[in-house]
């Protein structure tokens, strides 16, 4: 009897002993197993505050799992502390691979793009109409942004850098707004220092209003020192900058999209064919490139220049070449 007893005790001991191995061998595979196969990748949302339990669910919900035992095995033995954030999953990625990533915060970053040449209004609506970020300044004035930027009486327009900001989804638009107010900051403080000691501005607002004039007059990277010289000649020379974009900048949105004899002769704060010297404000978000080359503009003798129509200009030294470049390139194309 005794032996029996022993005997039936070896087996249940053997049996449990071999349901153990079952389960670790089990446990094992699931956690080196790709949660994702095939092609393509699958984004994973942790909201601030989700639990581990509650991260399982949202897996099961994008049909990648089930909440089973293994899950809850994992979790008690790793103890993950999750980082909120956007997550991507690519082919082959495992459970223990997650939770790593999870661990080390490793979000999935968006791109948003401010464009050279935009004004504020642009960059408001674009950040206004991304969903990916979180609106805090939608009902702000410009006034109230730039207060909260620690920059209190400073027109917004011109202020923020134009370049490619990487963020994780629900980033508030203000954090961006100041990333690139911080950046213009830099880059003019860098461009200013290394001015060249004879351009005729007083200050770095003056360099960021000269910088937003060449951005909008020409998209050729060539052509930017060029046309930066000739509005600092003009500049030194007490001549009128009679530059377009200013006239288009000051016009009310009835502007129609072509400037008239009317228009140039309206005059307003921003009007250089009515006043001398440089506009009030920014007429735009001027890029690094455009507000290096007016640091420094190239040297020359040109005052003049005239779209040839093909995204170039030609430039003059005086007003008869010009005049002449003016028949050839626009009364020439409108007949």
């Keep these: ?15 449990g002993l071999a349901g153990s ?21 699958v984004v994973l949302w942790v909201a ?20 089973d035992w293994r899950w809850r ?5 790793e103890q993950p502390a999750l980082q909120a954030g956007e997550y991507e999953l690519e082919p082959g990625t495992t ?29 408001r609506d674009a950040l206004a109409s991304d969903e990916r970020l979180r609106s805090e300044t939608a009902e702000w004035s410009s006034a109230q942004i730039m207060e909260a930027l620690d920059c209190p009486g400073c027109d917004a327009e011109g202020r923020f850098l134009p370049e490619t900001y990487f963020f994780v989804r629900k980033t508030p ?5 100041r990333r690139s107010f911080e950046s213009m900051n830099r880059v003019m403080e860098e461009a200013w220092a290394n001015r060249d000691p004879d351009l005729p501005l007083s200050d770095p607002l003056e360099l960021l209003v000269l910088a937003s004039i060449v951005e909008k007059e020409t998209g050729l990277a060539v052509e930017r020192g060029k046309v930066a010289g000739v509005f600092a000649r003009r500049l030194e020379q007490g001549m009128r900058l009679q530059t377009d974009p200013t006239v288009i900048y000051g016009l009310d949105e009835s502007f129609g999209g072509r400037l008239t004899r009317a228009d140039l002769r309206t005059d307003h704060p921003w009007n250089t064919y009515t006043r001398h010297g440089l506009p009030p404000t920014p007429i735009a978000l001027p890029g690094r490139d455009s507000i290096l080359a007016s640091a420094r503009p190239e040297e020359g003798t040109e005052l003049y220049f005239v ?13 008869a070449e010009h005049n002449a470049a003016v028949n050839r390139y626009i009364r020439g194309r409108s007949q």
């Design 1 to 15: 009897m005794l032996r029996k007893l022993i005997l039936l005790s070896l087996l249940v001991i053997a049996a």
């Design 21 to 41: 191995i079952w389960i670790w061998t089990d446990y094992q595979r699931f956690r080196q197993a790709p949660i994702l196969t095939g092609e393509g990748t």
């Design 48 to 67: 601030p505050g989700s639990s581990y339990s509650r991260m399982v669910r949202e897996l099961s919900g994008l049909g990648l799992t089930e909440p």
């Design 73 to 77: 095995l994992l979790g008690r033995l």
């Design 95 to 123: 459970p223990l691979e997650l939770l790593e990533k999870l661990r080390a915060g490793r979000v999935r970053l968006h791109r948003f793009t401010i464009v050279e040449g935009w004004q504020f209004q642009d960059l």
């Design 173 to 177: 638009d203000l954090g961006l707004l």
């Design 307 to 319: 779209a040839r129509g093909d995204g170039s200009h030609q430039f003059s030294d005086t007003l």
